[in-house]
């Protein structure tokens, strides 16, 4: 066990590079599982939930090599009962849609709910069921049979971003002509179209609400650099705002993260674009606003606590509606530890801002949770020390040694 002690109250100087995406690269790995033959992955971000992605391909037989670039090769995969594994992490359920394409059956553990909520997979068992597969569930364990899946038209009763993954994944080599419509428009969903259509598929649309699918039989190996983690870059920009000082960030897709530059402008934090970067420039001070989440090109829900917590110190009042996922507060005590005034009704957050945040000892909920708390302990005064923090090790690759080169005073340390 491992935890985040950081002293506050410095600000932020220097240029930080945004890894590869974290939601990007999870699908595309899934995505392998479809192609008997090396695929060549760069921009790989070291995060544990890769990790646990790569074990997850090796159990059902693929040769990886890691390295500068992820060298893939499931030539010889063979279909296999389920892997605890796949409890470790949500995305795992992506392999489903690959292995229903590559073998016709899949067997897998039904994921559970998770601590931002319940997180259901109907849309995506909907969307299977569409392509002709049967489905039957014993002791939490789901079959799918479907050796001749056809291409169908599917709408999905909200464009969740894994159902959208998925049902492309399955349909990819279906027979015929797939339409997925009301489907996500996330660039993590045009990141796997991309890759899918180098090693042969053909879709189109992705990043509007109608993907279309038309079958391609086979599928041959591909060359792919994941594109950059917009939650990471996010992350640093409020990072920056709620520390102030003068933040350079590259290796951006500026359009990726609009309605996070747009919200920050709100709050009167003057940031500067360039093509591929951009820099923040911060007293601290923020005005705060409303956000709602949204599934994109809307405000994200993966940015939605890392919000809270720079508002937390924003002056006037602030009122933050989660309407994508409906447990995603459980930060909000961790942050009223280090003095923040919060409160949570249902969906909405009401963050009136003080005048100070002081450390504390506090523990990551989640993910970005963890990230949220990183944010205010830049921003309090005095020494923060955060645990859990196995949860921010999932999506934020070397996050202490990025900070670090920005002046910031953190460390990691064992727990005793
Ligand atoms: C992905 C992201 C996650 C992000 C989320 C929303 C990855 C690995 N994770 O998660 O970081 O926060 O998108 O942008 O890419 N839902 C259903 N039935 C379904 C599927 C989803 O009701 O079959 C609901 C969920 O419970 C949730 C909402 O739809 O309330 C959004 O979920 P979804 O877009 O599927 O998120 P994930 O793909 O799990």
Known sequence: MEKLIINGGNKINGTVRVSGSKNAVLPILAATLLIPDTCYIYNVPALRDVYTMLELLKYYGADVEAGECLKINCSNIQNRPPSAMVRDIRASFLIVGALLGRFGRVSMFMPGGCKIGQRPVDLHLKGFGALGASQSLEGGIIDISGKYLNGREIYLD????????????????????TIISNCAAEPEIIDLANFLNKAGAKITGAGSDTIVVEGAPALSGVSHSIIPDRIEAGTFMLAAAAAGGECRIENIMIDHIRPVMSKLREMEVDIKEEENALTVYADGIVVNTDIKTLPYPGFPTDMQAQFTALMAKGLGTGIVNETVFENRFMYVGELIKMGANITVEGKLAVVRGVEGLAGAEVNATDLRAGAALIISALAAEGKTEIGNIHYIDRGYEEIEKKLSALGCKIKRVKCP
């Open 158 to 177: 909200f464009p969740s971003v894994g159902a959208t993954e998925n049902i492309m994944l399955a349909s990819v080599t279906a027979k015929g002509r």
